[in-house]
């Protein structure tokens, strides 16, 4: 009951921490110590350190640890043609006092088109320092609307917002084609906020500013299908799920049940990172509406502590999840990344390494 082709049995969301060495490194470029090329050495050294630990603890799909981003996704959406950024107010916060830097993106001009995205040569290293499946891991093209609804989108630009939906679909489009051009054949598209809209509040938040949120579902889903039409037949495209991952932090509640018949049957992926590791992400149930021929990968593990779960626990969870979909079906993952910023979470980077080893060795005896 292995599986060969992703998502794997054992898989991994994407992002990891960064090293003492590399944050040093980013500070002295910021403040111009060391040159952009001095920098991007040090960015090489700690990403194959990095893709040479993943390989070493057993897993097939390996990632750069999103190591040369500040953000998970104001980095890749910024690179975008006709995305600009701006200092803003963070209409959409995260539990607690301590928030992300307010770096909000909007629209700048049409979209649509699409040349090259700086992130394929990111992937590009990464395939060529890795005997297993690399990993590409990008922010779904709702990340361009969802926070700050109209003020991302000027009216003077798309008065008609079903032609903006249309356009960043397409700029996905052409993206996502580059990306498997350049080799890549496993992509995940993080999609954290089809799970904003199970949160009551958040829900309403949309309401406020006049919109419709099952007509947002709808709207993201076609993104999705869109930015995933051009692909080649042996290409996996797989999409993440969680309620915000900042230092430890979180975002939204609810379960999946309000968003799960149409993300599961509309939305094309052909796999879901799903975050289950507490209950603020609901029960098993919504995972009844999985169609044959599609994986969940369940995640049980935690990357917001550094505690060590249970195995016996985990493998729990694992049969009450296989009550609603079959065990064939599912895999098993940390809920999210350890590092969604280069703040990272709050745990050491030896935990890390540990919970990504216990996954790969539950995944063992669970499936084999």
Not at 155 to 160: G, H, L, N, S, V
Not at 212 to 238: E, Q, R, V
Not at 239 to 255: D, E, K, P, V, Y
Not at 291 to 303: A, H, N, Y
Request: proline share 5%; charged share 25%; glycine share 8%.
């Amino acid at each position: 009951m292995q599986r060969t082709k992703p998502p794997f049995r054992a898989d991994q969301v994407g992002s990891l921490l960064r090293s003492a060495v590399l944050k040093d490194a980013r500070v002295k470029r910021a403040s111009g110590d060391i040159s952009a090329e001095q920098f991007k050495a040090v960015e090489d050294r700690e990403i194959e350190a990095l893709i040479g630990k993943q390989e070493a603890i057993g897993l097939q799909s390996i990632t750069d640890g999103e190591n040369r981003r500040k953000s998970w996704q104001t980095d890749f959406v910024a690179a975008l043609p006709g995305i600009e950024t701006y200092s803003g107010r963070r209409k959409v916060a995260f539990q607690g006092g301590v928030q992300p830097q307010q770096v909000l993106v909007r629209v700048a001009r049409k979209l649509g088109d699409f040349d090259t995205h700086p992130m394929i040569e990111h992937f590009r290293f990464l395939k060529a320092h890795t005997r297993q499946t690399p990993k590409m891991t990008i922010p779904s093209p709702s990340a361009v609307h969802f926070r700050d609804g109209r003020d991302a989108v000027p009216a003077a630009i798309y008065p008609d917002m079903d032609e903006f939906y249309r356009d960043l679909g397409q700029t996905y489009r052409r993206c996502v084609r580059a990306f498997a051009d350049a080799g890549c054949r496993y992509l995940q598209m993080d999609e954290v906020n089809l799970t904003y809209l199970c949160d009551p509040k958040l829900i309403q938040q949309v309401k406020d500013r006049g919109e419709d949120p099952n007509a947002l579902l709808h709207a993201y889903a076609g993104m999705i299908n869109a930015a995933m039409s051009d692909i080649p037949d042996d290409m996996t495209i797989t999409m993440h799920l969680c309620r915000g991952n900042f230092r430890s932090t979180f975002i939204a509640s609810g379960g999946y049940e309000p968003v799960a018949e149409v993300m599961f049957n509309t939305i094309k992926v052909h796999g879901y990172f799903m975050e289950f590791d507490s209950e603020r992400a609901g029960g098993f149930e919504p995972l009844r509406f999985v169609p044959k021929g599609k994986q969940v990968v369940l995640g049980l593990v935690t990357s917001k502590t550094g505690t060590l779960e249970s195995k016996d626990a985990i493998k729990r969870r694992i049969d009450q999840a296989a009550k609603f979909v079959p065990l064939d079906q599912l895999c098993l993952s940390p809920q999210c990344g350890f590092a969604s910023s280069e703040e990272g979470n709050i745990l050491a980077e030896e935990e890390q390494w540990a919970k990504l080893r216990m996954i790969v060795e539950i995944a063992d005896e669970v499936w084999k």
